[in-house]
């Protein structure tokens, strides 16, 4: 059985509906996991997704921002939600694939949007950087309690881990998202609870890879200063399932676009 699952910020579900839609009919991902959606659950489209072909639909949100959704062709057989740092914001959501779903049957989805962590790599002086690294640490708390089991986590993780995650790694290295104290954090946190990084472990370094590209360049394209900060995580019982992960570039030049594109895991259970 081939299972695809895809990541996306969205950056507003609202506000980017028809690409959402758009991409759910060119490229029919089993399932399709949203961060960001900036939606309050009473507002969340639900007819519109439903009505795309996606009946099983699992989300939680807020006015404004943050925000995740788990759309479904497969049967979701739970839903959970998870708060970090005594905060109610909206940053995790998780599925099981239910009885119906075939080889899936069973398997954990979950769904992350990690904090960005402001602009100052310093939590003394950012409380939103503060913010982002108790965070990481509460997910190495939970990681290493997570049931055994086949699992994916997925998810804007807001950290670019790797050198060539990100388009110069020594000007990077005192911006948020590429920083040392959060590529340590995070891949100690992936390591200690067994995660296998499927983009990597395909395609290894010194190949970049990279699923964001800022508004702020004026030619995002030409410039090329992206940054790998959407991941998809297995469990080590899938390693051996993994046969692609596929980066939606084009994505980032559609109209009115998020600055994150769709990232898709294809596994063959």
């Known amino acids: 059985m081939r299972l695809t699952v895809t990541t996306w910020n969205i950056n507003s579900v609202r506000l980017r509906i028809d690409l959402v839609l ?17 939606c309050p659950d009473d507002a969340f489209p639900l007819k519109a997704l439903r009505g795309s072909g996606y009946e099983h639909v699992v989300f939680a949100g807020q006015k404004g921002y943050n925000g995740v959704a788990i759309l479904s062709r497969l049967p979701l057989h739970t839903r959970d939600v998870m708060g970090f740092c005594g905060k109610p914001d909206a940053r995790h959501i998780s599925a099981v694939l239910g009885p119906e779903a075939g080889q899936a049957a069973g398997l954990v989805l979950h769904n992350f949007y990690i904090p960005a962590g402001g602009d100052v790599p310093d939590r003394e002086l950012n409380p939103k950087f503060a913010h982002k690294m108790d965070f990481l640490q509460e997910l190495r708390a939970w990681g290493g309690k997570r049931p055994s ?20 790694h020594k000007q990077l290295l005192d911006v948020v998202s590429h920083t040392p104290g959060e590529t340590e954090a995070l891949e100690t946190l992936r390591g200690e609870a067994g995660w296998i990084d499927a983009a990597r472990h395909l395609t290894p370094e010194p190949e970049k890879i990279y699923t964001w590209w800022s508004y702020r360049s004026p030619d995002w394209n030409a410039a090329n200063k ?34 994150h594109v769709p990232v898709t895991l294809a596994l063959d259970l």
Not at 26 to 37: A, F, G, N, S
Not at 149 to 168: C, R, Y
Not at 232 to 257: F, H, I, M, Q, Y
């Open 22 to 38: 758009r991409f759910l009919a060119e490229h029919k991902p089993d399932v399709l996991c949203l961060q960001e959606t900036k």
């Open 149 to 168: 089991g086949p699992a994916i986590l997925v998810g804007d993780l807001n950290v670019a881990p790797l050198e060539h995650d990100v388009w110069s």
């Open 226 to 259: 992206g940054r790998r900060l959407d991941h998809a995580w297995v469990s080590p019982d899938l390693a051996g399932t993994v046969r692609s992960v596929d980066v939606l570039r084009d994505a980032r030049g559609w109209e009115r676009p998020s600055d």
